[in-house]
């Protein structure tokens, strides 16, 4: 008898130790999953940024395109500024686009992103993960072309210039998605 109490003494003592390691590893996995749920929010306030100064740009340059068809004289500082505004946009959505390499597994891969077409062009996306998808485009905001697409993931740029954003989610209930800045120039 004494020895099989000794037996479930040590038992107890492993197991207890089996619990503590598994609690302290699940308290990593929140603080962890907490870091990451911080770390894609500030990537998505970033994008939101670098979309709205792109729209701005973007906006700049169809006024001096309006003027030019209307027979006037575009301002050139105009037009550089615009310039200038949209490339630094564009290194930003590069470096949120880099730090994206954290985002969770329920994150599609959509392809190519990004991508670029003429007013009027297509472009076919694809999803890396090969999965069934459920195709849109981001509801026009200012600076947006206004394209659309098709359940099979053809994507037709609207009538201006201006960048959309394509959006995928998972067809088989799980919630994943995905997007993809497609610039129609």
């Not at 290194?91 to 686009?97: I, L, V």
């Not at 206004?146 to 959006?167: F, K, L, M």
């Amino acid at each position: 008898m004494h020895n099989e109490l000794r037996d479930v003494l040590h038992a107890q003592r492993d197991l207890d130790s089996v619990l503590w390691y598994i609690s302290r590893k699940l308290r990593m996995i929140e603080m962890a999953q907490a870091r990451l749920t911080t770390d894609v929010a500030t990537i998505v306030a970033d994008i939101k940024s670098v979309t709205a100064a792109a729209a701005q740009a973007i906006q700049r340059l169809n006024d001096q395109i309006a003027i030019i068809k209307s027979g006037g004289d575009p301002d050139q500082a105009e037009i550089d500024a615009a310039s200038v505004q949209l490339e630094t946009a564009h290194t930003a959505m590069q470096a949120a686009e880099a730090s994206l390499t954290a985002v969770p597994s329920e994150t599609l891969t959509i392809l190519p992103n990004p991508a670029s077409t003429n007013v009027g062009g297509t472009v076919q996306f694809s999803i890396k993960e090969g999965i069934a998808v459920t195709w849109a485009v981001q509801a026009p905001a200012a600076g947006s072309s206004g394209g659309s697409i098709e359940a099979n993931g053809v994507y037709t740029a609207g009538p201006v210039i201006g960048v959309d954003v394509v959006i995928a989610t998972s067809s088989d209930g799980s919630n994943a998605s995905g997007s993809a800045n497609v610039t129609v120039a």
